[in-house]
């Protein structure tokens, strides 16, 4: 054999799939711990990318915040610790799940409002049409002037 | 009573108007910063342009300064690195550079073509700091009191009405 159908062969080599298995990467190192920072990822939202939670987004903040949740985690800390941590940075808008307070009650009870508010008026305006039946006589009175006018402009045609 | 009918859409429309004219001029990039009035987040980092030697936010105490934090990479600090420039030259207060995930090299070879005013720079070079700060839309300055509490935050590029109209009045207020 010589040289270059060496070189050739350790080329190949180079290329075979044994290799390329190097490069999987070690994310599944503890499969449960991942699990809980995924579980907690959906609920913070990434503030680059305001629609998408930190789970969904791999924007360079998305990753680091991650990393964090996943460091805090395996330092054995709490869903609620890493919640307040969170909370103490970006504030109240990082959580997707808005907490019950003073200033986010409309948010919570304006759904609710809404629904009470729609309800009153619906009941209003039934009653009051139930109470206009008073005006049946004229509709009476107009279904009979109807009839005698498509009477009439039959006769015509005919 | 006919008339309060008609008005009822119209009086509804204007109801909506108000919200929308009001909810959408706000900018949802803006999101009301927890860390003001609380302590600036520690830290101590290495220096930029002095090798081995690093500044923690104890050496600010007793003084009112600005954190600006910046990267090489980010197109909005470019912008605003002119009135950054500007107003550190100006000597007011120190103004401190975080220089935010980014390659040192880069960053010394982007404040020598575009200024470098700052007091020091200090490199946040996994964005640790950054995170501590709340930090997620670079540029973002920080008015710190001689108390190390946090008295304005400004996410995106400051502006020079922002210094005439918020940063000179608190500096004011808050030196001592």
Redesign the interface.
């Known amino acids: 054999m010589n040289l270059p159908s060496i070189l050739l062969a350790l080329l190949l080599f180079a290329h075979s799939p044994f290799l390329a298995s190097e490069e999987a990467r070690p994310l599944a190192e503890d499969p449960v711990l991942e699990e809980r920072v995924k579980a907690i990822s959906y609920e913070l939202r990434c ?2 990318c ?1 629609n998408q939670t930190i789970a969904d987004s791999n924007a ?2 998305a990753i ?2 991650r990393n ?1 949740v996943r460091d805090m985690l395996k330092r054995g800390m709490s869903d609620t610790d890493i919640r307040e941590f969170m ?7 990082v959580l997707y799940n808005p907490p019950v307070k003073n200033t986010t009650v409309l948010l919570w009870l304006g759904p609710l409002l809404m629904l009470v508010i729609a309800g009153v008026v619906a009941i209003r305006v039934i009653r009051s049409r139930s109470k206009s039946s008073a005006s049946q006589d004229l509709a009476d009175a107009d279904i009979n002037r109807a009839r005698v006018m498509l009477a009439e402009s039959d006769e015509k045609r005919s | 009573m006919k008339v309060s009918k008609f008005l009822i859409p119209l009086v509804v429309f204007l109801g909506v108007s108000v919200f929308l004219f009001k909810g959408l001029s706000l900018n ?2 803006e ?5 003001i009035d609380k302590p600036a987040p520690a830290f101590s980092l290495p220096l930029l342009h002095e090798n081995g030697s690093t500044l923690s936010t104890n050496d600010m105490r007793g003084q009112v300064w600005l954190l600006n934090v910046f990267a090489s990479w980010c197109g909005p600090c470019l912008e605003e690195h002119p009135i950054i420039v500007d107003f550190s030259e100006r000597g007011v207060i120190p103004v401190l550079g975080l220089n935010y ?1 980014d390659n040192p090299v880069n960053a010394k070879r982007w404040l020598e073509r575009h200024g470098d005013s700052y007091s020091s720079v200090v490199v946040d070079l996994d ?1 640790r700091s950054g ?4 930090v ?2 670079v540029p973002e300055s920080f008015l710190i009191d001689g108390d190390g509490i946090i008295r304005y935050k400004k996410i995106g590029p400051l502006s020079q009405a922002d210094i005439e109209a918020d940063i000179l009045p608190l500096v004011d207020k808050y030196k001592r």
């Open positions: 503030l680059v305001q360079g903040l680091d915040l964090q909370v103490a940075r970006y504030g109240d808008f | 949802p990039r999101v009301p910063s927890p860390l995930k964005g995170l501590d700060y709340g997620y839309g």
